[in-house]
């Protein structure tokens, strides 16, 4: 019997499909290339694969602009590809959870093609159409109906010529917001989801979930200008106003999942899992996502500690983060959803700059060493772990030298923004270097050959250089290496129901280079204590130190201690159980 919360002991890896292995030599990853790796997964001991998104798309931002739910886009390969990927995952014990894009889809998707094609088409209000403001003519700069930036840089509005109303897009012009307002919207996408998973997919992690319900008051045109310069989350603002207000965690968000849920999981078998990515929430809000009772999705992905290095005035506003400033946000994630909800727990994905350039220090010296110690913080957590492709294998950010090298369609627009707002060309590409998405997003790193193992072609993003040093095949079998010491982590999970099921509880909150905690579950504790700093010599002076020093010391991310006592070395990692 599969319990309703399997995925409490689950690891999820993440694949990004384009950059994860290219099996048809064009230099873009595939699913055929997903299948010859997953031996790979396997080793690691994963439980979940959450795919990034294969439908068809015009991949203006690489695939999160659908415009076919129903099928695999060419560059990916066919519905028959991803049915083997299920099975063969399936056989090895794996699951498959698909990426779900029903924010908005893409302006080539047959929906919005037909609702653009006139006023009165019975898909028009399918999206968000709305006249100019009053007294302006369509078009024009300011005539917009609402301020609303665009995640991707300009407003959130695009003028329609031809039907003389404009479409709202959160993201990018060709990515449409879809009106969840309208039942039948809602509709033709849990029968959708419900085609997915009669296909034999075990769920999905839904894309920016938190933005389906607007804020509309009575009126035309019935959405209300944000404030200009402040910080919406993930929207940057500049002569911009903020959205946030009126798109994110909005007033019928919750009903809408709970509608999702009783349309689309409540009569299947447990062994599913659903996860939203939410920006800007909170965790009481989070609480009301995950609390079980609710019936909305398993887990969220917060932002609250991908969000601290960013300032007032947004992601592009980089400003220091300190071990303290991101140790009160996990405690605090941690209490808040001890009771009901549950934790995600994650360092990086296909938006975030790699871990270890961002959290670790990603020199040589202490690349692995960082990069194992962040991990058994993150693994040792409450919550369900999240790998990314790469980050497994310690892999840092890519030298972007200039604009030219960049692919994300955000650095680019936020690039040319930067520009425009005065900064010169070096220091705005200074900014793009630490935070650029295309970051994480070069090739997986298989080997020290050419294009790292991931294809016979140019890649369509260069593999990282240090893909010579870097690499799956150099990692594998090899005691103390990032990959064997992922692995560990992932069996500790599986075989220990502390992992799992025991409380957090904080330890020297105040340090300001260790990281610490006690997890404790019926009668059995573990202590994990990681020096997030590349200094040597740094004391953990942790409660009751005598009797952990001699208890069972379960990891430990070098050969051995490299002090006596609670003095740690530079990143030093240890787990101690009894
Ligand atoms: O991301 C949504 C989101 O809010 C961010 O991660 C955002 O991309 C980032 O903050 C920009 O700075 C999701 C997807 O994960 C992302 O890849 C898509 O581009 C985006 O939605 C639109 O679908």
């Known amino acids: 019997v599969v319990a309703r919360d399997w995925w409490k002991s689950a690891v999820v890896y993440q694949v990004y499909p384009r950059s994860f292995m290219d099996g048809n030599g064009d230099g873009v990853g595939d699913i ?15 439980d979940v694969v959450w795919l990034s998104p294969v439908y068809r798309s015009p991949m203006d931002d690489n695939g999160y602009d659908i415009s076919d739910y129903y099928d695999v886009d060419p560059l990916f390969g066919t519905l028959e590809d991803l049915d083997g990927l299920i099975e063969d995952l399936h056989a090895r014990g794996m699951k498959l959870v698909m990426d779900l894009v029903v924010n908005h889809t893409s302006s080539a998707h047959a929906w919005f093609e037909e609702s653009r094609s006139s006023r009165d088409n019975p898909k028009r209000d399918w999206y968000w159409w709305r006249p100019p403001r009053p007294g302006r003519t369509g078009g024009e700069p300011g005539a917009e109906p609402t301020n609303w930036g665009s995640v991707f840089s300009g407003s959130a509005w695009a003028w329609d010529e031809a039907t003389g109303e404009y479409y709202l897009h959160i993201f990018a012009e060709s990515q449409p917001d879809l009106n969840w307002e309208n039942p039948e919207v809602r509709q033709a996408v849990y029968s959708m989801m419900n085609w997915w998973l009669d296909r034999g997919v075990d769920g999905f992690r839904m894309d920016v979930i938190n933005l389906i319900s607007k804020v509309t008051v009575p009126g035309s045109p019935g959405l209300l200008d944000g404030e200009v310069g402040g910080n919406g989350g993930p929207i940057n603002t500049r002569v911009y106003g903020d959205q946030g207000p009126y798109v994110l965690n909005g007033p019928r968000v919750h009903d809408y999942l709970q509608e999702m849920h009783r349309e689309v999981f409540a009569h299947r078998p447990a062994g599913l899992l659903t996860v939203g990515e939410t920006p800007a929430t909170s965790v009481d809000q989070a609480r009301l996502y995950t609390d079980p009772a609710r019936a909305e999705v398993d887990m969220v992905f917060q932002f609250e500690h991908v969000d601290l290095d960013s300032g007032p005035q947004g992601k592009w506003d980089i400003v220091p983060m300190t071990v303290r400033d991101l ?29 270890v350039s961002r959290f670790g220090d990603d020199s040589p010296e202490h690349r692995e060493a960082s990069a194992t110690a962040l991990a058994t913080m993150l693994h040792l957590l ?8 790469g980050d497994e294998i310690g892999m840092a950010n890519t030298p972007l030298p200039d604009i030219s090298h960049c692919r994300d369609v955000e650095s680019i627009n936020a690039y040319q923004d930067l520009l425009d707002a005065g900064l010169p060309p070096e220091e705005a590409m200074g900014r ?60 500790l999970r599986h075989e220990e129901p502390v992992v799992v099921h025991g409380e957090t509880v904080p330890v020297l909150a105040d340090h300001e280079q260790v990281v610490a905690f006690v997890r404790r579950h019926e009668g059995r504790e573990l202590l994990v204590v990681v020096n997030a700093s590349s200094e040597d010599g740094v004391v953990a002076d942790v409660p009751d130190a005598e009797a952990w020093a001699s208890a069972e010391l379960v990891l430990c991310n070098r050969a051995s201690p490299s002090h006596d006592g609670f003095v740690l070395g530079p990143w030093e990692a240890r787990v101690h159980r009894r």
């Open 32 to 46: 055929p290339g997903i299948r010859q790796r997953l031996d790979h997964l396997e080793h690691l001991g994963v």
């Open 327 to 355: 140790k009160e946000s996990l405690f605090r994630w941690q209490e808040g959803l001890a009771e009901a909800g549950w934790n995600s727990l994650y360092l990086g994905n296909h938006d975030q700059p790699r871990l």
């Open 382 to 389: 409450r919550g369900t772990p999240y790998v990314y492709q």
């Open 432 to 491: 793009i270097r630490h935070k650029s998405r295309d970051n994480a997003r070069t090739p997986v790193q298989w080997d020290d050959s050419p294009h790292a193992g991931f294809s016979t072609a140019d890649p369509w993003l260069p593999a990282s250089p240090d893909h010579a040093t870097v690499n799956v095949a150099a990692q594998v079998g090899v005691a103390g290496s990032v990959l064997e010491h992922h692995r560990a982590l992932i069996a």
